[in-house]
């Protein structure tokens, strides 16, 4: 029997809020997390991005700071922390940054509105 990627079975059903304005950035990365068994929401702006996020829903939140305002960003993050208290951010020292969002996943599939710029 060949046993599982540590990794893989780590993400496997996770649910993740990807958030990258360049969408060739965001498919790629949302490609390699749903290889892994990762339910990805997509979002192209932080203001879609809060029309979607919702307490305990996703367990990981992805976004590159450095292409957004540090405004917008921070705000985003502060929402996260309000509602999730115990919420945990960090940034890696690459590319990414991200913030991890704890809780269980709570809440049915998401159904974003047409033309607010987020893909599921």
Same mark, same amino acid.
Request: charged content about 25%.
């Given at each position: 029997?060949?046993?599982?990627?540590? +990794?893989?079975?780590?993400?496997?059903?996770?649910?993740?809020?990807? +958030?990258?304005?360049?969408?060739?950035?965001?498919?790629?990365?949302?490609?390699?997390?749903?290889?892994?068994?990762?339910?990805?929401?997509?979002?192209?702006?932080?203001?879609?991005?809060?029309?979607?996020?919702?307490?305990?829903? /996703?367990?990981?939140?992805?976004?590159? !700071?450095?292409? /957004?305002?540090?405004?917008?960003?921070?705000?985003? /993050?502060?929402?996260?922390?309000?509602?999730?208290? =115990?919420?945990?951010?960090?940034?890696?020292? =690459?590319?990414?940054?991200?913030?991890? +969002?704890? =809780?269980?996943?709570?809440?049915? !599939? +998401?159904?974003?509105?047409?033309?607010? =710029?987020?893909?599921?």
């Amino acid at each position: 029997m060949v046993s599982q990627s540590p +990794i893989r079975s780590d993400l496997h059903g996770k649910r993740v809020l990807l +958030i990258d304005h360049c969408q060739a950035t965001r498919e790629a990365r949302a490609a390699v997390l749903r290889s892994h068994g990762v339910e990805v929401h997509e979002a192209e702006e932080i203001s879609a991005a809060r029309f979607l996020w919702q307490p305990h829903v /996703y367990d990981l939140v992805m976004l590159d !700071a450095r292409r /957004y305002s540090s405004e917008a960003t921070r705000e985003f /993050y502060e929402q996260i922390k309000v509602q999730v208290p =115990g919420s945990k951010s960090f940034s890696s020292p =690459g590319p990414q940054s991200t913030s991890r +969002i704890h =809780g269980p996943v709570k809440s049915p !599939a +998401i159904t974003p509105r047409a033309n607010s =710029g987020v893909r599921r």
